[in-house]
């Protein structure tokens, strides 16, 4: 054992590895079906080796500094090129509802821990440490971070750098751990707690925008192009209706929007639909449409169905659009299909990596993603019309991206100005995510700049900076955490912690419940939204059985992300 640690302390890379790769599967590890979560499962394993280390043997695992600054700024500008589009639409629209949720929760929030760190006298750093803790955002662990190392904050006489670190980790710890279990808690039963069935709330949702559709992967994940069974087919029908005669593909698609023409063959002559043919008497049209449609309207209003391959042979393609152009904002799916959906069918609609339910009347946002099934050209026409890309399988590299981003965030985070005498800067970590925001809102706009960026790729840079950055400051801090857990300083943090995590979204829950009448399962997304919790967001859908709270994460969920972070940074910088 002695010969481990001695190999930890020569080698920090070994030790940054070994945190996540025993930190993983600890956080994934679940309980009744909650889990700690690989970012506390790393810190945890990271501070018991650091700690063990130091106590037992005297040794002090030292991670460079850089390495922390860098994975942080992956890891934030990650953060923004996923929140970036929703964050802009949402305070540019009608959702102020789900703004004001926001802003209560983030700004009660603060409000109890800085006023309950005063009242229970804890030292500097705990406040900052309780914030990111019971909001269960672990960067602000890193904006506190960065308010200390460049100098905004000014240590008290007596205390040292890595001592206020210590206590920002273990006001982070306990808080974070009560409050992960107890937000999904009270998200599940606050319908239940008010006399509101649930179920039924969800099914009131559902009836609202109508009904709903299956489970699809995540956009840019493994196999998110697979078609799998489409309710669409391909039928031949001759053209024996006199009204029909004479009108234009894009006509009959306007009046018809649920099918399209996508081939006329005409003797020996195939014509795509991409040309607009004008229909003749005797043509045998290819028509592309939900099996419903074909069944019950295809010999009625067209003609007699005939066997004509020519007329059928239509390729077929599942591509990732992303909505970039704004004038579409706040239509109904059923609208939007109607002006850009000739020849596709919408398979499924996903918003900041949630799906939402594929129902007409779901309203669409900038920035969100629309799975659609058709020919590929019909598939490109409908892209270009919506100002985004159509991607089957993601081939654009992020490293130019990446580099800039964090070239810019770094130089505008140093700059700072004073206020009442308090030096304030943006910071680099919060830098990059600005960085990252604006990078997110300009590439879902304009396929010039790269397209909408990879899931997979945004995700493994938020995972693994993240986790990287917590497993650094484990191993700085964890010979000192032993000095913030004092007397009755663990009950204080967990009173505090818990209070933060549950008064500031029951108090959005009113808000919402009695003085905006808002539907009980969407309010309670909107309050797992402005919590950020999306354990507590999927807890609302078990509950009321329903998908219908997705609607009302997001919005929240973009705000309260950029929020927090500054006024975790101004709690450190005050605190």
């Not at 993983?24 to 979560?37: E, Q, R, T």
């Not at 700004?107 to 006298?121: C, D, E, T, W």
């Not at 981003?405 to 990059?432: D, E, N, Q, R, W």
Request: charged share 15%; with cysteine.
């Amino acid at each position: 054992m002695e010969f481990l640690f001695h190999y930890l302390a020569a080698n920090p890379f070994v030790f940054l590895f070994l945190s996540l790769a025993i930190g993983y599967p600890l956080g994934s590890l679940s309980l009744k079906g909650v889990s700690l979560g690989t970012t506390a499962g790393t810190l945890v394993v990271g501070v018991l080796l650091a700690l063990a280390s130091y106590s037992i043997y005297g040794l002090k695992i030292a991670e460079p500094g850089l390495v922390s600054d860098i994975f942080l700024m992956m890891f934030m500008y990650a953060i923004g090129m996923k929140v970036g589009p929703q964050f802009f639409s949402g305070l540019a629209r009608g959702g102020i509802d789900f703004v004001v949720i926001g802003l209560i929760v983030v700004f009660s929030n603060f409000a109890i821990v800085m006023l309950g760190a005063k009242m229970l006298g804890l030292e500097p750093g705990y406040a900052a440490g309780i914030i990111s803790g019971s909001y269960t955002v672990t960067a602000v662990m890193g904006v506190a971070q960065s308010a200390i190392d460049s100098g905004a904050f000014k240590i008290p006489a007596g205390m040292t750098a890595d001592h206020i670190s210590a206590n920002i980790a273990a006001g982070y710890a306990i808080s974070y751990v009560l409050s992960t279990v107890l937000i999904i808690l009270l998200i599940k039963y606050l319908p239940a707690m008010f006399g509101i069935d649930p179920v039924k709330a969800g099914k009131d949702a559902e009836a609202e925008f109508s009904t709903g559709g299956d489970n699809e992967k995540l956009p840019s994940t493994f196999g998110f192009s697979d078609s799998g069974i489409l309710p669409i087919d391909v039928r031949a029908y001759q053209v024996t209706h006199e009204e029909l005669v004479g009108q234009t593909v894009n006509d009959l698609f306007q009046q018809f929007p649920d099918a399209a023409i996508l081939k006329v063959v005409r003797g020996d002559q195939v014509i795509d639909a991409a040309d607009n043919p004008t229909l003749q008497m005797g043509d045998i049209i290819g028509i592309r449409g939900e099996y419903r449609v074909l069944i019950a309207e295809g010999e009625t209003d067209i003609g007699n169905e005939v066997d004509e391959p020519r007329a059928r042979n239509v390729d077929i393609e599942v591509a990732d659009i992303h909505l970039g152009k704004s004038i579409h904002a706040g239509k109904a799916l059923s609208e939007l299909h109607g002006d850009v959906g000739f020849g596709v069918y919408f398979k499924a609609l996903f918003r900041q990596g949630h799906q939402l339910p594929l129902l007409p009347q779901t309203q669409v946002e900038v920035g969100d993603v629309i799975r659609v099934a058709g020919s590929k050209w019909c598939v490109d026409q409908t892209a270009k019309k919506l100002n985004g890309v159509a991607i089957v399988e993601s081939t654009v590299t992020e490293t130019f991206y990446l580099a800039l981003a964090l070239l810019i965030g770094y130089v505008c985070g140093h700059f700072s100005v004073s206020i009442m005498g308090i030096p304030f800067a943006l910071g680099t970590s919060a830098g990059c995510m600005l960085t990252g925001i604006i990078f997110s809102f300009l590439r879902t706009r304009n396929p010039t700049f790269g397209g909408p960026m990879s899931e997979g790729a945004r995700s493994f840079l938020q995972d693994i900076g993240l986790n990287l950055f917590v497993a650094v400051l484990a191993a700085n801090v964890g010979p000192k955490i032993l000095e913030s857990f004092q007397g009755t300083i663990v009950i204080k943090i967990a009173l505090l912690g818990v209070t933060a995590a549950l008064v500031p979204p029951l108090l959005a829950w009113l808000y919402g419940l009695y003085i905006r009448k808002m539907n009980p399962a969407i309010l309670a997304g909107a309050c797992a939204g402005g919590r950020n919790s999306t354990p507590a967001m999927k807890g609302a859908q078990d509950a009321t059985q329903s998908d219908m709270p997705a609607i009302g994460y997001p919005v929240p969920y973009a705000l309260t992300s950029v929020i927090v972070l500054i006024l975790g940074y101004i709690a450190m910088v005050i605190g």
